[in-house]
């Protein structure tokens, strides 16, 4: 792991901070809230309803493993969220497309027992407020140090980052300082259409 990233986990610990395994399903509200308030200003985050809250709890309740799903204490609040999950594609490989109940009782076991040797971060958030408060810039670079330090114990080999706009310079930035990389670019074009009639 990159200096900076250990030196951003060092610092933010000395701070009080506090890195522990996220209790989903009595804090889903607060990382929905932590989720709005990170990415509400980022194009095309829409806030999501109660009800979809709800069934993201009850989808990632399946496949989520704590030891890479941790959020972040400041003074005792809720500040920041990492939420990785195993890669399902690298689970799913030789199912040909298929679902079955063998092949489910198979998912589980890979997920729950074997582990993938990847995951992805799905969520990664610090609230604003914190965020914007010069000693605690390095919190996201330090979730990305924890999560990076408490997959490579539990056995994973790399994670991919999720996706982030090329505009977003800060996100960018922290994740080549974290050691990432570009390896897969994704485009989405914009075309007005005419009203009919």
Do not use: C
Request: proline residues 5%; hydrophobic residues 40%; charged residues 25%.
């Amino acid at each position: 792991m990159p200096t900076r990233t250990l030196k951003a986990l060092d610092d933010m610990k000395a701070l009080g901070v506090r890195f522990r395994t996220v209790d989903l399903g009595r804090e889903i509200d607060e990382l929905v809230s932590i989720q709005d308030d990170a990415w509400r200003t980022n194009w095309g985050h829409v806030s999501m309803t109660p009800k979809e809250a709800k069934q993201l709890k009850s989808e990632l309740s399946l496949i989520i493993d704590p030891a890479i799903a941790i959020v972040a204490e400041v003074e005792g609040q809720l500040a920041a969220m990492g939420l990785a999950i195993p890669n399902l594609n690298e689970a799913i490989q030789d199912f040909e497309g298929g679902l079955s109940p063998t092949k489910v009782a198979k998912l589980l076991w890979r997920l729950k027992v074997d582990h993938p040797k990847s995951a992805r971060v799905a969520l990664l958030g610090v609230r604003e407020g914190i965020r914007k408060q010069k000693k605690y810039m390095p919190l996201a670079l330090a979730l990305i140090a924890e999560l990076n330090r408490r997959g490579y114990q539990r056995g994973y080999e790399w994670a991919e980052l999720s996706w982030t706009l090329e505009d977003n310079g800060p996100v960018n930035t922290m994740i080549r300082v974290a050691g990432g990389r570009i390896y897969k670019t994704y485009r989405v074009y914009e075309k007005p259409v005419k009203a009919l009639g």
